[in-house]
């Protein structure tokens, strides 16, 4: 057992009860359903969600309850990685939807607050807690996902800033979004990870095209962006020209390993299973039971990689490698319990809203799609095995990418 192991400390302080005690007194009072019985609206337009979820966005932050990691001068608590936990713990018990201003909350604004200027985060930082303006994320495009560094939108030098001019894609909200963080190559001629730079581009600026794209679920909550010789002045860009890739990682860097959200909802899906199981008699089929108690101790397993995770950031550590096998692990369990959520609707699986004799009403449907996705945002699970490979089990590394595989971008809801 190395010493690490040895000073993992699981219990939670006094302060931090405390924490958990207002957010919940919080929720209670001030959540638009009722605690712990009711369920967030459904809503069959994704302009009305995410108006919606803008209106509760500003209450949540109006109280603190939005960036608590955030220094109190950006609005935020100055809090630790266990209490943010405690936090998203507790809004998800709550059954709060996930925040329509993530990508500001979770990757623009912990970007800008460590390589934005005094004047960049005063321009931008105020408006992203409360959602009073929306954020997305132009890394991906047709050709460089994974090998995110062979990006190929161009930034050129013009007068007073940048000329950009690419394609962008699978960008999440980006029909909503106000500003987003992009990726450009500002130098051709530099080695693939040294040319590129990191700016900030307003999406109402002429020459964006934003091209929603339809899912598998129906919805169209990505989108397909292009850059049009898009003008960015020179105070946009943040960090040095050329350091745009350091810049990326310490975006994509954010809070990996640890998915108190998605801890939660899994719970919350496989109590609902046990329910439903009970009800329609498949709890009596001897294997659909040993399949539900194998979710069960996934689940747990989880939780515990959750807490590993934590522990090392309490104490200023990085998770490490141990991140990629927690989101290889948490995809392939909730693909997994989605499967055995199929098998346990019987007969209701294909049916969709609106349906009679349908256990929630085409959500658990909806949600098997949905998670088809965790397997490929935030770097798919076959980049997060070449991680494991190589970084843990010291195997060889790709002789072709050696440097490039990447850690994430996407978001589950
Ligand atoms: C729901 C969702 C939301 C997203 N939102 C955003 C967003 O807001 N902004 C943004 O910038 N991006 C976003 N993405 C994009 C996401 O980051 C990419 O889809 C992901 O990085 C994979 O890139 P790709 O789709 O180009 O696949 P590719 O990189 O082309 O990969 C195709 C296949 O080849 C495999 N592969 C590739 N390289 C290797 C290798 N070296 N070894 C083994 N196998 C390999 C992959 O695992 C995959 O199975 C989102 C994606 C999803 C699904």
């Known amino acids: 057992m190395s010493c690490w192991a040895a000073t993992m400390d699981l219990t939670t302080t006094p302060d931090q009860e405390l924490l958990r005690a207002e957010i919940r007194g919080w929720l209670e009072a001030h959540l638009p359903w009722e605690y712990g019985t009711g369920l967030p609206p459904r809503f069959e337009d994704l302009a009305e969600e995410v108006a919606f979820g803008r209106d509760w966005q500003g209450k949540l932050a109006g109280a603190g309850w939005v960036g608590v990691t955030w220094p109190e001068a ?3 608590r100055g809090l630790g990685p266990v209490d943010n936990f405690v936090v998203q713990e507790e809004l998800a ?3 709060a939807p996930e925040l329509v201003g993530r990508i500001g909350v979770n990757l623009a604004g912990p970007t800008l607050l460590v390589h934005g200027s005094k004047e960049q985060k005063a321009r931008w930082l105020p408006a ?14 047709p050709d460089a996902g994974s090998d995110l560094a062979s990006l190929r939108t161009s930034a050129r030098r013009c007068e007073g800033g940048w000329v950009l001019e690419g394609q962008k894609v699978w960008t999440s909200y980006a029909q909503f979004a106000d500003w987003a963080i992009c990726l450009a190559r500002s130098d051709p001629d530099a080695p693939k990870h040294k040319g590129i730079s990191f700016f900030v581009v307003d999406m109402h600026a002429d020459g964006v095209v ?8 129906g919805e169209a909550e990505f989108n397909a962006v292009e850059l049009n010789r898009v003008f960015v002045a020179d105070d946009q860009l943040i960090g040095e020209e050329g350091e745009g890739w350091r810049v990326a990682g310490s975006t994509l860097s954010h809070e990996r390993g640890v998915n108190p959200r998605q801890l939660v909802i ?5 109590e609902e299973l046990l329910r439903i199981a009970a009800a329609n008699g498949s709890f009596d089929d001897t294997r659909l039971r040993r399949r539900l108690a194998q979710a069960y101790v996934e689940i747990r397993l989880f939780e515990l990689q959750n807490w590993r995770s934590l522990s090392k950031l309490e104490h200023q550590r990085e998770p490490g490698p141990e991140a990629s096998a ?3 692990y948490w995809s392939e369990m909730s693909q997994r319990l989605h499967s055995l959520a199929m098998d346990v609707l019987g007969p209701a699986a294909p049916l969709w809203r609106g349906a009679s004799d349908n256990p929630g009403d085409g959500s658990w449907q909806r949600s098997w799609l949905y998670y088809r996705a965790a397997s490929i945002f935030a770097g798919t699970n076959e980049i997060q095995r070449n991680v494991i490979a190589e970084r843990v089990l010291g195997l060889p590394r790709e002789p072709a990418a050696a440097g490039v595989a990447r850690g994430g971008s996407g978001h589950a809801r």
Do not use: D, M, N
């Open 74 to 76: 950006y609005g935020g």
């Open 128 to 141: 992203i807690l409360p959602a009073s303006q929306l954020w997305c994320q132009l890394f991906s495009e």
């Open 326 to 328: 927690s989101k290889l």
């Open 266 to 270: 899994h719970i919350q899906h496989f």
């Open 210 to 217: 934003v091209r929603p794209l339809v899912q598998l679920t």
């Open 93 to 95: 018990r709550a059954r």
